[in-house]
């Protein structure tokens, strides 16, 4: 029969040598020896804890970015919007990160009536994902239209300014003075063909009707602006 001598086997033997020998010679001479060769090392048992605990953290999931809840609300259906005074970006998802398309201002655009937070998924003029606060629910909204149009210059000596085509007198406007119209431009003729025009006068806040014509449409008393 064969005896399988095993690594443990060697040491204690070994260290029963040892330990004979310390009885001749100073068991304070070779008591460290004994022990040494006693005990198992554990540098082989550190390298492989290291190994065990490495793995287990590249088997650990990494942490992803929460997604974004969605839901659909029937009613918003290939319903429309505008995309508003400034321009807006279309994204390819609610993560916002690339985008497909730049929507100029003012832009028309239909939902597809899936909504998440803060954003909303559109399928015209472009298919993605865009923000949803800055959304107009007036779908034919337009850039605020400058109040003041085009600049004239009186021609006559001195011109009246009234609250209404023959009405109260306001203030007058004397020959080289600039009025300005308004955008768009209102007139109206009275009876006797008079034409009357809305302006702004001594500056862009002041506003009163001047005969632009005299009767029956005839002559002028404002040019425009040289």
């Known amino acids: 029969m064969v005896q399988r001598v095993t690594r443990t086997d060697k040491l204690l033997s070994y260290g029963g040598l040892v330990a004979g020998v310390a009885g001749l010679l100073g068991a ?29 953290l590249a088997q650990a999931p990494i942490a992803q970015a929460a997604d974004v809840q969605v839901f659909e609300r029937p009613s918003y259906v290939n319903t429309c919007r505008n995309s508003g005074a400034s321009t807006l970006a279309v994204y390819t998802s609610t993560a916002q990160g690339t985008v497909v398309r730049q929507l100029q201002p003012y ?13 909303a998924q559109i399928r015209e003029p472009a298919v993605g994902w865009v923000r949803s606060a800055t959304l107009l629910t007036n779908c034919d909204a337009r850039p605020p239209v400058d109040p003041v149009g085009q600049c004239y210059q009186v021609t006559q000596p001195e011109l009246v300014v009234r609250s209404a085509p023959y009405d109260t007198i306001l203030s007058s406007v004397l020959s080289g003075d600039r009025i300005y119209g308004t955008n768009p431009v209102q007139r109206q003729t009275t009876a006797d063909g008079r034409i009357w025009q809305r302006v702004y006068y001594r500056g862009t806040t002041n506003l009163g009707w001047v005969a632009e014509t005299g009767t029956g449409g005839i002559g002028i008393n404002f040019v425009r602006c040289p």
Do not use: C, M, W, Y
């Open 28 to 56: 304070s001479v070779f008591a460290p020896l004994a022990a040494q060769a006693i005990a198992p090392s554990t540098d082989s048992l550190d390298e492989s804890g290291l190994k065990e605990s490495a793995g287990l």
């Open 107 to 119: 832009t028309r655009i239909t939902l597809t009536g899936v909504l998440g937070d803060g954003v």
